[in-house]
């Protein structure tokens, strides 16, 4: 890939956050296929922001960069045909730079209730359902503790920073697109395409996604690692010839025996089968659950938690392991 | 500001760009008030892709991380709490690193014509009218050339990545979200209260939300470049309380003289009157038509255009002739 940036970019820091945002109630949170959820409280009216600081800064105060309308952020990084955008050349000429999303744009989210309401209420199927998760259903699914608003005694959660983490939950709007989530799968295997073989991490209900990414792009995927993602179904067939041949790492965060919904049992004994399968077959697949490594706590989100760079550090022992060294063909013209 | 890495980052390229995507017809585009705009054709099912290549690389292939349901990108950045998310941490361990908002979510935007189709076909005033703008209409709006396909003979707009360029367009759906667009104000004074004083730049239809920032927060704004943003209304009194102690610089690309729409006379000749009013009062105010200085053929889209970093260079000069010099409250702890 050809390189964007007109020079090298050294960072004191960088990031992203969210300012603002207040949590309302919802009667039309809507769940994938089931209809409307329970009704509960979402964070909405929060701001994205992403910021730089360069190591080599000026005396001058920084500088917000606010895009317009149907617009996002976006419009201050790299240009349409890849060279660098003013985010970065301002940060490499000393400034520190925050780009923001606009409130109720990109990844500030939206607040989806009154689509789904004038849904539900006209039954208009036309209308497409749009997911978004309330903080309490958040709660469980995600396993933050074993009540809406009590952690577990050993959470490794950073417990004082809630409302941030609930302010990066959005809509999925998937489903205003034909073919909804299939989409992303076709868009992983263009960037594949576009950057050569790669590593590829999936979370969650991206799980399926990094099977089906292998599915098409058998040999760009280098290594799958499934952050509590689903690992079925798979065919016996597929294992044989393409499966088992690309090393996956399953990896599961803390209390989830015996949890049900989406990222309990059921999904974890999946990829417990398909590893076993995988195994038999020849294949390098480890599942790992990070209690049996005697770290606790963890929940869903176990990349973002208090241990989040000694879990990483495993995930890198593990492709340090098990996935081939190769020159990437990604490697800048 | 604490500091999020956990170690100096020093990138040999970072970015953004999407893959996939296509072109589709709506006949809901929507407008800003004043209901359906014309039929068009918009971007769908892109996927935007975010980007980190160290400069000390290993030798493995690049990592791919994909977030969850409900979730965005925003998964491997900083952590809720402020600390080191894996996207840099993997980046600072020698890997290039990709992560993606899904299709249809974050900034990979999503196709709102079903919702607004619902809308005008029931005539249901509770679902919020959500903007998009079609090729077409962006392409007269944004000035990218005289009718929809043809560029100015002058163009600076990176023609073969126009595609790329309409990815980045996504539905304004900040409509949902009560109180709309002041949202996105009152989180932006958030934002201050948090970094402190800094330059803030607007575009487009942002430019009012920076004039409404100063009103909000005006010790805090060390100066506005408002690109192609309105710069009206504003009363005799507050320019004299507040906005002429603000250095303001308006900036405007080509091709805006006796355009109709948003970006063109109106708006044009407010923000010069605007300008005056400042410089009447004693004001640090400039006016800048990128024509008038030499620069020809940007549309309304400058900051990504082919001489992007040539108008970067002329804005950081303004900066360093009319913001005053003060240690950025900013500065890490």
């Given at each position: 890939?050809?390189?964007?940036?007109?020079?090298?970019?050294?960072?004191?820091?960088?990031?992203?956050?969210f300012?603002?945002?207040?949590?309302?109630a919802t009667?039309?949170p809507?769940?994938p296929?089931?209809?409307?959820?329970?009704?509960?409280?979402?964070?909405?009216?929060?701001m994205y922001?992403?910021y730089?600081?360069?190591?080599?800064k000026?005396d001058?105060?920084?500088?917000v960069?606010?895009?317009?309308s149907v617009?996002?952020?976006?419009?201050?990084?790299?240009?349409?045909?890849?060279r660098?955008?003013?985010?970065?050349?301002?940060?490499?000429?000393?400034f520190?730079?925050?780009?923001?999303d606009?409130?109720g744009?990109?990844?500030?989210?939206?607040?989806?209730?009154?689509?789904?309401q004038a849904?539900?209420d006209?039954?208009?199927?036309s209308?497409?359902?749009?997911?978004i998760?309330?903080?309490?259903?958040?709660?469980?699914n995600f396993?933050?503790g074993?009540?809406?608003?009590?952690?577990?005694?050993?959470?490794?959660?950073?417990e004082?920073a809630?409302d941030?983490y609930?302010?990066?939950?959005?809509p999925n709007?998937?489903?205003?697109?034909?073919?909804?989530?299939?989409?992303?799968?076709?868009?992983?295997?263009?960037?594949?395409?576009?950057?050569?073989?790669?590593?590829?991490?999936?979370?969650s209900?991206?799980?399926?996604?990094?099977?089906?990414?292998?599915?098409?792009?058998?040999?760009?995927?280098?290594g799958l690692?499934n952050?509590?993602?689903?690992c079925?179904?798979?065919?016996?067939q597929?294992?044989?010839a393409?499966l088992?041949k690309?090393?996956?790492?399953?990896l599961?965060?803390?209390?989830s025996i015996?949890a049900a919904g989406?990222?309990?049992?059921e999904?974890r004994n999946g990829?417990?089968?398909?590893?076993?399968?995988?195994r038999?077959?020849?294949?390098?697949?480890?599942?790992?659950?990070l209690?049996d490594?005697?770290?606790?706590?963890?929940s869903?989100?176990?990349?973002?938690?208090?241990?989040?760079?000694?879990?990483?550090?495993?995930?890198?022992?593990?492709?340090?392991?098990n996935v081939?060294?190769?020159?990437?063909?990604?490697?800048?013209?």
């Amino acid at each position: 890939m050809r390189r964007s940036l007109s020079g090298q970019l050294v960072l004191e820091d960088e990031g992203s956050f969210f300012v603002g945002g207040e949590v309302v109630a919802t009667d039309y949170p809507m769940l994938p296929n089931t209809g409307l959820g329970a009704p509960g409280h979402i964070t909405v009216n929060q701001m994205y922001v992403r910021y730089w600081i360069p190591a080599a800064k000026n005396d001058l105060a920084p500088v917000v960069m606010v895009h317009g309308s149907v617009h996002t952020g976006k419009t201050w990084e790299t240009t349409p045909d890849g060279r660098e955008g003013w985010a970065t050349y301002f940060a490499r000429s000393g400034f520190s730079v925050y780009a923001v999303d606009h409130c109720g744009r990109g990844r500030s989210g939206f607040n989806p209730s009154p689509i789904n309401q004038a849904r539900a209420d006209s039954h208009a199927a036309s209308l497409p359902a749009i997911q978004i998760t309330t903080r309490e259903g958040a709660w469980l699914n995600f396993r933050l503790g074993p009540s809406y608003g009590r952690f577990w005694p050993d959470s490794q959660f950073p417990e004082d920073a809630v409302d941030q983490y609930f302010s990066q939950l959005v809509p999925n709007a998937e489903s205003t697109l034909v073919d909804g989530g299939a989409n992303t799968v076709n868009a992983l295997a263009a960037l594949l395409d576009r950057i050569g073989p790669a590593i590829v991490m999936v979370h969650s209900q991206s799980g399926s996604y990094g099977l089906d990414l292998i599915r098409k792009r058998p040999k760009l995927v280098k290594g799958l690692i499934n952050i509590e993602g689903s690992c079925t179904p798979v065919s016996a067939q597929e294992i044989e010839a393409t499966l088992a041949k690309i090393p996956l790492l399953s990896l599961w965060g803390d209390h989830s025996i015996g949890a049900a919904g989406l990222n309990g049992d059921e999904r974890r004994n999946g990829c417990m089968a398909t590893v076993a399968a995988l195994r038999a077959a020849g294949g390098r697949a480890t599942f790992a659950l990070l209690p049996d490594l005697g770290i606790r706590g963890n929940s869903h989100m176990l990349m973002l938690e208090k241990n989040n760079l000694r879990i990483a550090d495993l995930v890198l022992e593990w492709i340090g392991e098990n996935v081939p060294k190769n020159r990437a063909k990604e490697a800048l013209i």
